[in-house]
């Protein structure tokens, strides 16, 4: 276990607080730790790539702690009645489909990173469910801009790397 995968797995291990925060209505400090958690997802990938410590786990496990630490706020989000469940399930049909066309593929040995559309929907999901927690103006807008660039990426991630499913 390196640096850049501790701190994404330790990411991982924040969301239970998080959606205890959330479901609990401690506002303040649920934004505070879900911001903590979303940015430090800068961190693991640089140091990946600063200390050549990219690894297989780590492209794997960094998405898949973005993916988890979003899904759960908007579930929580859905509990509270602040946004609707129907684009969060989208989000999360999306999210399941590309992991497993990247289970599938390392079935086949191949490991397909994160791309950088995929990359700008987290930020932008971030941003989202940032301002969603703390109910600001217009984060519904900023929720469904994040909404368009999930399900666009999701199909051109597809496209990109079909080639994949057949080993």
Not at 62 to 76: E, G, T
Not at 83 to 105: C, E, K, N, Q, Y
Not at 146 to 156: A, D, E, Q, W, Y
Request: proline letters at 3%.
């Amino acid at each position: 276990m390196n640096l850049p995968n501790l701190i994404s797995f330790i990411r991982i291990i924040f969301i239970p607080l998080l959606v205890f925060l959330l479901l609990t209505k401690h506002t303040a400090i649920a934004v505070g730790i879900f911001v903590i958690v979303a940015i430090s997802d800068y961190f693991d990938g640089y140091l990946a790539r600063k200390l050549k410590q990219e690894t297989n786990l780590g492209k794997f496990l960094d998405p898949l702690a973005d993916k988890v630490l979003v899904i759960s706020a908007l579930l929580c989000l859905v509990e509270l009645k602040a946004v609707s469940s129907v684009p969060v399930i989208m989000i999360v049909i999306r999210d399941f489909a590309v992991t497993a066309l990247r289970l599938t593929a390392g079935s086949f040995g191949k490991i397909i990173a994160a791309d950088k559309l995929g990359k700008y929907k987290t930020f932008i999901l971030d941003i989202a469910v940032a301002m969603l927690i703390v109910g600001m103006p217009y984060a519904d807008r900023v929720f469904w801009v994040g909404v368009l660039f999930t399900l666009v990426s999701g199909i051109l991630y597809f496209i990109k790397n079909w080639k994949y499913l057949n080993g």
